[in-house]
């Protein structure tokens, strides 16, 4: 049997409540969220918790999981299906590596290959999409090489450093990726 939350590098686990200081350290950090996140703002720990416990933990229409590095066993970020409408088949999904010293080295793309698998092979969901802001070309580039492409673009709906930036609409399907070399 595949284990779908498992791949050479990667574990994807439940986030569990020992995991809120780190994600609010991830969450407050500026130079993380500042290519994820429209509302760039510090929250107190009480409020992470309580977006935990409400929104990650106890959703009905949301899978999330801490993306840990296996043989280290350290938390390296957090992806999630977002959104999951299963009369439809569809979810929205996200990733942020909150440790910086992992950024660029395709932690990310194995942790978000793992989370697609899930959702198609799992999950048997049809279409995925995420929301990917123009400024950040990397994760245009990776989620291109991953098979999503562009479904539309809000203009100029995001201000950093003095400038307008488009947010980036993309889709995948599950026939589509099944049919690339991405999937397991």
């Known amino acids: 049997m595949i284990d779908l939350l498992n791949s050479k ?7 569990e409540n020992e ?3 780190k994600y609010h350290q991830w969450r407050n950090d500026l130079e993380v969220m500042e290519t994820t996140s429209p ?3 510090v929250y107190s720990l009480d409020e992470t918790r309580n977006f935990v416990t409400n929104v990650i933990l106890n959703a009905s229409s949301s899978r999330s999981y801490i993306i840990e590095l296996k043989e280290e066993k350290v938390p390296i970020g957090v992806t999630s299906l977002i959104n999951i409408d299963t009369k ?4 929205e999904c996200i990733i942020d590596i909150g440790e910086k010293e992992y950024w660029g080295k395709g932690y990310g793309t194995e942790a978000f290959k793992l989370l697609i698998d899930y959702a198609f092979l799992e999950l048997n969901l049809h ?12 994760a245009v580039h990776i989620y291109t090489k991953l098979g999503f492409v562009k479904e539309g673009v809000i203009r100029e709906s995001l201000y950093r450093h003095g400038q307008w930036h488009d947010i980036i609409n993309m889709g995948i399907l ?8 991405n999937h397991l």
């Open 9 to 15: 590098n990667i574990r994807l686990r439940k986030m």
């Open 39 to 41: 509302v760039l703002d």
């Open 127 to 138: 279409r995925l999409s995420l929301r990917v802001f123009s400024l950040n070309e990397k």
């Open 88 to 91: 439809n088949r569809n979810a």
């Open 174 to 181: 599950k026939e589509d990726y099944m049919k690339s070399n």
């Open 19 to 21: 995991d809120v200081e």
